[in-house]
């Protein structure tokens, strides 16, 4: 059998290795192997890799968002050919229980997050990955495949705007947390025409990636928030979407919310993260409190998203992307630790 090089996550030693592996074998008739070209890390492979988010029991490969080439197509896949630039949705459902066929396919309790591609099914931070044809969407040729190894971050981007809307013209925005997640909210914002947008983050260098963005937003630290709220408690904004899934953050998201405020809890949390909120103030102020949890048929709607803002908001550089090789992958994860760039992407193939 041909041999393929990839990184392997054991989680039970908390460890991630490079290795070879065999070439996944020909695809079953609803199958398709991509040839993975560009594939990121995301904030939950981090939470994985600290223990703090069920995966698969046994060693996997790890890596949700990923595009290629289409290189082998199963017998009854009609939508994909032989040569396709593709990207993958990596959740799916089984189609049969209440939340599936009542729309909700990412609240399934025994598929959706419980069977994602790269968290309990190999993924893409290998040379191939087999996944099932359902899962894998032609990318426009208009699209490069390092653009579309956003697709996956912006379908569930895509859902949480969805999830917000009424958004009314002239809002004011608190962006909390500048990682790519963070960075991507405010581009898509601007995109679609707010201005009156706040960027809130304790690291330096992730703030200096929203500067970078050159899009005129207001860039701050946690405390200059605090200080504006204690100095002139009209202060506010009436949407908070918070990227960062920090407790005391969404604590004084609700402080920050004027009377009639939504506030979109969007990043991920650790599982024993708590907070203390005052009821009083959600009924006072009459606010909203949205949970998004990823991308339920949201995954062309993203690709829609990256044909509009492609190049013009979606460059790696000003976005803070950098690119590294699969053997590149303990340097990748301690630069994204440091929050010295917002995202890593390992360039698999060309």
């Not at 994909?80 to 799916?92: L, T, W, Y």
């Not at 229980?97 to 729309?103: E, P």
């Not at 330096?204 to 204690?230: F, M, T, Y």
Request: glycine share 10%.
């Amino acid at each position: 059998m041909a041999s393929m090089e990839a990184i392997v996550f054991d989680p039970k030693a908390k460890k991630l290795s490079l290795a070879k592996l065999e070439v996944p074998p020909p695809p079953a008739k609803d199958e398709v192997i991509i040839k993975v070209a560009y594939a990121g890390i995301c904030g939950t492979d981090l939470h994985i890799i600290d223990g703090e988010f069920p995966c698969k029991a046994t060693s996997f490969v790890p890596g949700h968002e990923f595009s290629g080439i289409a290189t082998d197509v199963g017998s009854g896949v009609t939508h994909i050919k032989r040569g396709d630039r593709v990207v993958v949705d990596p959740n799916n459902g089984c189609f049969v229980c209440g939340f599936c066929t009542g729309g909700d396919v990412h609240l399934c309790q025994t598929s959706a997050i419980n069977n994602t591609v790269g968290i309990f099914r190999d993924g893409g931070w290998s040379q191939f990955c087999k996944v099932p044809a359902s899962q894998v969407y032609r990318l426009p040729q208009n699209i490069s495949l390092q653009i579309g190894a956003l697709t996956e971050p912006m379908s569930c981007l895509s859902h949480g705007w969805d999830r917000l809307l009424p958004v009314a013209m002239g809002s004011r925005i608190l962006v909390q947390g500048a990682g790519i997640i963070g960075a991507l909210w405010v581009s898509t914002l601007y995109h679609l025409g707010h201005r009156n947008i706040t960027v809130s983050e304790p690291n330096e260098a992730r703030r200096n990636i929203i500067k970078k963005l050159d899009l005129g937003v207001q860039v701050c630290h946690p405390e200059e928030l605090l200080a504006a709220r204690s100095q002139d408690f009209s202060w506010g904004v009436d949407v908070c979407v918070d990227c960062s899934g920090a407790a005391p953050a969404l604590e004084a998201a609700i402080n920050f919310l004027r009377p009639g405020g939504k506030l979109l809890v969007f990043g991920v949390a650790a599982p024993q993260a708590r907070m203390s909120i005052s009821p009083y103030e959600i009924y006072k102020k009459e606010l909203t409190i949205i949970g998004v949890m990823v991308n339920p048929f949201s995954f062309n709607k993203s690709i829609g998203f990256l044909e509009a803002m492609n190049e013009k908001y979606l460059n790696f550089d000003k976005l803070g992307v950098r690119l590294y090789q699969l053997n590149q992958f303990e340097e990748a994860m301690v630069e994204l630790r440091k929050g010295s760039i917002s995202k890593a992407v390992f360039q698999v193939s060309p």
